[in-house]
């Protein structure tokens, strides 16, 4: 159930949390980077099973806050996050057994072992939403009706600051995002420390070890020199629902997200066809000719069509070759309650939820 994470499942996992960004959760290369050298270095990253934590058991849920593409102009040092779960320890006054993702999208993937490397604490093999989603309220903990308070962030800067109450989970999100854009849109976080029994009822459990393992099948193709797409497809029962080649991207930074449309020209059988991609950090709403074809929670992935590399919503760019692949949310997002939170209206399109793999 406990395993011991080497340097080639940390190069797995860069590229699996890629995918299960859904275009968002920042680029992985760089903590990617970081974690590889500290991993050569002789670091053991413990990982362990939901199930094997006690239910009293604190677990400290962190990630980076802010816009994708500053996360690529800045790159973050290890210990903002480890300081983030500091911060919450002198706060409550009650330290952490284990570190968790709150995303298991992109660079968010890496801040638990960041956090882990500096702490000496396991990293929990879940997290709170099984990909990437643009808001802090958009958790698993959230639909399950968990206390959204209190929040630490850290700034490189020497900027320290404690959420200490809030009426709602959109609070808390109004009230980090603010933080957050004035410390330059990106800040180390620790979210609301939860208990071993709340991690085994409402993460989602290991999301960690299946983004290994997706990168691990990507690797395999790559070697093997098969489809990688193909290969991602199989891992995730997931299906290629455009090919193509981006022909636009419109972004912008406001508001502490990276909002805009992606466009991308059909090749072979899709020639003569676009694909339009809305996106607020992460790829939300995937239209072919108009017809709404994949939306949140459900899993919107752009990829290199010939690596299998996922494409960000900040590292797109025009002339790119690539495949769309949807793949189905987890269950737990597919509620009515769930919906409130993640899906179309919640990101504010007035749309029923379309799943790319019915």
């Not at 700034?155 to 957050?180: C, F, H, N, Y």
């Not at 070697?223 to 455009?242: K, R, T």
Request: with cysteine; charged share 20%.
């Amino acid at each position: 159930m406990t395993r011991i994470l080497d340097a080639q499942d940390v190069d797995d996992l860069a590229v699996g949390a890629w995918v299960l960004g859904t275009g968002g959760g920042g680029s992985p290369y760089l903590n990617h980077l970081n974690m590889q050298r500290i991993a050569a270095d002789g670091m053991q990253f413990e990982l362990i099973d939901p199930q094997e934590l006690d239910d009293q058991a604190r677990v400290a849920v962190v990630s980076t806050m802010g816009a994708p593409l500053v996360m690529q102009e800045r790159l973050q040092d290890p210990r903002d996050v480890a300081r983030a779960v500091e911060v919450m320890a002198e706060h409550t006054g009650s330290t952490f057994d284990a570190v968790m993702a709150t995303e298991i999208g992109g660079s968010n993937a890496f801040q638990p072992l960041m956090a882990s490397a500096h702490l000496e604490i396991p990293i929990v093999d879940a997290d709170a939403m099984g990909r990437a989603y643009p808001e802090a309220q958009m958790t698993s903990f959230a639909i399950g009706g968990l206390q959204p308070w209190p929040l630490a962030l850290v700034d490189p800067r020497g900027v320290e600051a404690i959420v200490t109450q809030v009426p709602t989970w959109k609070w808390m999100e109004r009230a980090s995002r603010a933080l957050t854009i004035e410390t330059g849109s990106m800040a180390a976080t620790c979210k609301a420390p939860r208990s071993g029994a709340e991690v085994k009822r409402w993460g989602v459990a290991n999301s960690m070890s299946f983004a290994i393992h997706l990168g691990a099948e990507v690797r395999k193709a790559r070697v093997g020199h098969d489809d990688p797409v193909a290969a991602i497809c199989s891992a995730a029962d997931g299906q290629v629902l455009f090919t193509g080649k981006i022909v636009d991207v419109d972004r912008h930074t406001t508001g502490g997200f990276l909002r805009g449309v992606a466009k991308i020209s059909g090749l072979d059988q899709y020639s003569g066809s676009e694909v339009e991609l809305d996106f607020q950090n992460e790829w939300l709403v995937a239209r072919l000719e108009n017809q709404v074809i994949a939306t949140v929670p459900h899993l919107i992935c752009l990829l290199d069509a010939t690596s299998g590399e996922a494409i960000g919503t900040e590292t797109a760019r025009y002339g790119q070759r690539v495949a769309l692949v949807g793949i189905s949310a987890p269950p737990l997002f597919l509620s009515s309650t769930a919906l409130e939170y993640v899906g179309p209206r919640a990101m504010g399109y007035n749309l029923d939820p379309v799943d790319p793999c019915p």
